[in-house]
C-alpha cells in the first residue's frame, strides 16, 4: 500500500487541509485538533450544528509554513484573522462526555467566529495540553493521549474500501429506483491519512500499521456520525453513506468504515510512504 493523501484539521470542523508531510506526534498529527468551538456553557459546537464550519479555513504553521501566528482563519466574505496562541488561564470545555480544559483565544477570534456563523455564543478554544486528554479504556495503553479529536489521534481510511461502499450505493440506489448519486469522496470521512492498495475493508483485520518508518497501533473501527451525510460544499445532507452503510458495515449498532490508529513513536511521514499493515 501507500500513502495517497495526508489530512489535518487545525480546528475540529473546520476545512480539511491536505499537505505533503508531517510530523507525527504521540498525540497525532502536528495540530490536527488542536482548536476547537464551544458554546456559552463550554460544550463542543461541530459541524453537526453548525455546517458552516466547514467553510473556515484554518491555518498553522503545520499546515502552512507562511501563517506567522499559530493560527489564521479564512472565509470568504471575511477579512483573514491572524490568532495568538492563547496564554489565558484554561477553562473548562466538554467534548460528548469528556471534561477537558482548554485556553481561551479571546474576544478577537470569538467575534469573528460568531459573525461567520451567525451564532453569538460560540468561543474559540486551544488545547494547551493533549496529555490530559486520555482514550477509551479498552482500547488503549496508559500514556495514550489526543487533542480534540473524537475519540483517537489518528484516522487511517481506505480508498479500496471506498470503491465498494460507492458501488454498493449505487446497487441500492437503482433497486430502489432512484437516479444514482456522485461517487462519495474520502472527504466525507475525514481520516487523517488515505491509503490504497488493500483489498475492500482489509482493514478490518489490521492490528498494526507502519507508513513510512512511523509505527502506529489500530485502536478500533471508526464508528460513522451524520456528519459524514453532509455535503462540505453545498453544505446539505442525503441519506448517504449512512444508509448503505446500516445495511453492509452495522456492527453493535454503529455503521463502521475506516479505524482509528494510536502512534507508537514520534516520526515524519509523507505522501507516497509505503504503508504495511499487519
Not at 27 to 34: I, M, P, V
Amino acid at each position: 500500500m501507500r500513502l495517497l493523501q495526508i489530512d489535518v484539521h487545525p480546528l475540529k470542523s473546520g476545512t480539511i487541509r491536505s499537505i505533503p508531510s508531517t510530523t507525527v506526534q504521540p498525540r497525532g498529527l502536528a495540530d490536527d485538533r488542536s482548536w476547537m468551538l464551544v458554546d456559552g456553557e463550554g460544550r463542543l459546537v461541530s459541524a453537526r450544528e453548525a455546517p458552516r464550519l466547514f467553510t473556515v479555513v484554518a491555518d498553522t504553521p503545520a499546515t502552512d509554513p507562511a501563517v506567522p501566528a499559530g493560527l489564521r482563519l479564512r472565509t470568504p466574505g471575511m477579512p483573514d484573522l491572524q490568532v495568538a496562541v492563547p496564554d489565558d488561564e484554561p477553562v473548562d470545555v466538554r467534548l460528548f462526555s469528556l471534561d477537558l480544559r482548554a485556553r481561551p483565544a479571546g474576544a478577537e477570534a470569538d467575534g469573528w467566529l460568531r459573525d461567520v456563523l451567525g451564532r453569538d455564543d460560540v468561543r474559540l478554544v486551544w488545547c494547551h495540553d493533549p496529555s490530559r486528554r486520555t482514550l477509551q479504556p479498552g482500547f488503549s495503553e496508559p500514556g495514550d493521549h489526543t487533542a480534540f479529536a473524537d475519540a483517537f489521534p489518528v484516522t487511517i481510511a481506505s480508498i479500496a474500501s471506498l470503491r465498494r461502499l460507492n458501488d454498493w450505493i449505487v446497487e441500492r440506489s437503482l433497486e430502489l429506483g432512484e437516479e444514482p448519486p456522485e461517487p462519495l469522496p474520502i472527504e466525507r470521512f475525514r481520516a487523517n491519512l488515505v491509503v490504497d492498495g488493500d483489498e475492500p475493508f482489509g482493514e478490518d483485520g489490521w492490528s498494526r500499521v507502519v507508513v513510512g518508518d512511523v509505527p502506529f497501533r489500530v485502536g478500533k473501527p471508526v464508528g460513522r456520525c451524520m456528519m459524514a451525510t453532509i455535503d462540505p460544499v453545498t453544505l446539505t445532507t442525503s441519506k448517504e453513506p449512512t444508509r448503505t452503510l446500516a445495511r453492509h458495515r452495522l456492527v453493535d449498532g454503529k455503521t463502521l468504515f475506516a479505524v482509528h490508529l494510536v502512534p507508537e513513536a514520534p516520526g515524519r511521514i509523507s505522501v507516497g510512504d509505503e504503508v504495511r499493515a499487519e
